[in-house]
Structure formats: structure tokens, C-alpha cells
């Protein structure tokens, strides 16, 4: 059980900023580690990030490296997503997905319907 | 980075077995995930942990998992199954998909 929403999609040009919330419910958010994934039109999914269950552990995908942070507030069990100095190619649906695992990989057992960010000038 | 390999597409006659495969260097060593996603909806776990069914999905799924390709098995494909399929791995602190097969029933 359990639903993930995301919000805060929409268009944007390229070099700006823009946070997404995941906000879930159904389930004991506290106890799972949360992951962005992303699909651009057409395309197959992209992992985009993780964070530990406690907001310990952070790791991301090399194309969003360091311009992406992911971040969660378990108080209000919302997962956030900041991305800077987005470029065209970030260009996708973006979903959450609650992970099931650990360090040695995670599988998604849980998705939201997505939010679909556009970066075009 | 670790790469994935899946055929393009895979067709299969309804009521017949269709296989996809998944090929990386050694993934026999790695947990093996699939998904199934159709048209405007988000992707849904069918096999998780090479061989593992999750709660709600039909038998007729299966995986298997050796040396360097993994398979999901589609055993009496229903017109319901026509869909991407995507395998996931992790390596290197990183999760990967593979490329996506789209399953034709016909």
C-alpha cells in the first residue's frame, strides 16, 4: 500500500531553478529510502537520485551531479528534489519511488504518477 | 559505467511464451529488477531480486538470472502484457536501467 504524489513540475529556461515535493502517504515514510527517477519523451527511465532513510546518505546520478539535491522531511513526509541550472536535457517526467533494499541496490516497489518538467527558453 | 542490453522488441502470439533478455558483463553476480510500463503510466515492479514475484503480479511472470544475461519470461502472454519492459541494476552506487524491450502481443 501506499501513494507517492509529486508537484511542482512545469516549464522553465534553461539555467534557472526549480524544486519538486513528493509527498507520501499510506506508509512509514521515516523507514524507507526515497529515489528520484526521470524519463524523457520517448525514453527508457533514468535514476536520478537517492537518499537514505534518515537523510544520511545521498547519492546521484552522474548527469545531475552537482546540480541536483535531494532532500527529505520526514515530519511531513515529503521528499524535495532542488534542481539548478537545468538544461534541455533535463527535459522529462519526474517521478519518486520508494526504494526496497540497501546499499548493496534498491528496487522501486512503490511510484507516483509523476510531474513533467520542461526546459526550453 | 556499467551498460545494459535489451532487444529493441520482442513479439510473441497470444497465449505463447515471450522471453526478454538483459545482457551486462557478469550481471549474474548483480540483483536483477523488471518493470512493465504501459502508455501514460508510471512503471510497475514485476520481478524483483532476479526470481522474485511482488504481491499482485499474475504467475505467468518469471526471471531468471546467469553469468551475463538475465531473462524475464512471459509464460501465455495476454493482450494486457503488450508493454515496455525495462530491467534495473545497481553498480557502482548508482542504479541502472536497460534500454527497454516493448513486447508486441499478436
Known amino acids: 500500500q501506499g501513494q507517492l504524489v509529486e508537484s511542482g513540475g512545469g516549464v522553465v529556461q534553461p539555467g534557472r531553478s526549480l524544486r519538486l515535493a513528493c509527498e507520501a502517504s499510506g506508509f512509514t515514510f521515516s523507514s524507507y529510502a526515497m529515489h528520484w527517477v526521470r524519463q524523457a519523451p520517448g525514453k527508457g527511465p533514468e535514476w536520478v537520485a537517492v537518499?537514505?532513510?534518515?537523510?544520511?546518505?545521498?547519492f546521484y546520478g552522474d548527469s545531475v551531479k552537482g546540480r541536483f539535491t535531494v532532500s527529505r522531511d520526514n515530519s511531513k513526509t515529503t521528499l524535495y528534489v532542488q534542481m539548478n541550472n537545468l538544461r534541455p536535457e533535463d527535459t522529462a517526467v519526474y517521478y519518486c519511488?520508494?526504494?526496497?533494499?540497501?546499499?548493496?541496490?534498491?528496487?522501486?516497489?512503490?511510484w507516483g504518477r509523476g510531474t513533467l518538467v520542461t526546459v526550453s527558453s | 559505467s556499467y551498460e545494459l542490453t535489451q532487444p529493441l522488441s520482442v513479439s510473441v502470439a497470444l497465449g505463447q511464451t515471450a522471453r526478454i533478455t538483459c545482457g551486462g558483463n557478469n550481471i549474474g553476480n548483480k540483483y536483477v529488477h523488471w518493470y512493465q510500463q504501459k502508455p501514460g503510466q508510471a512503471p510497475v515492479l514485476v520481478i524483483c531480486r532476479n526470481v522474485n514475484r511482488p504481491s499482485g503480479i499474475p504467475e505467468r511472470f518469471s526471471g531468471s538470472n546467469s553469468e551475463n544475461t538475465a531473462t524475464l519470461t512471459i509464460s501465455g502472454a495476454q493482450a494486457g502484457d503488450e508493454a515496455d519492459y525495462y530491467c534495473q541494476v545497481w553498480d557502482n552506487f548508482t542504479e541502472v536501467f536497460g534500454p527497454g524491450t516493448k513486447v508486441t502481443v499478436l
Open positions: 537518499i537514505s532513510y534518515d537523510g544520511g546518505n545521498k
Open positions: 519511488a520508494r526504494g526496497y533494499g540497501d546499499y548493496d541496490g534498491w528496487y522501486f516497489d512503490l
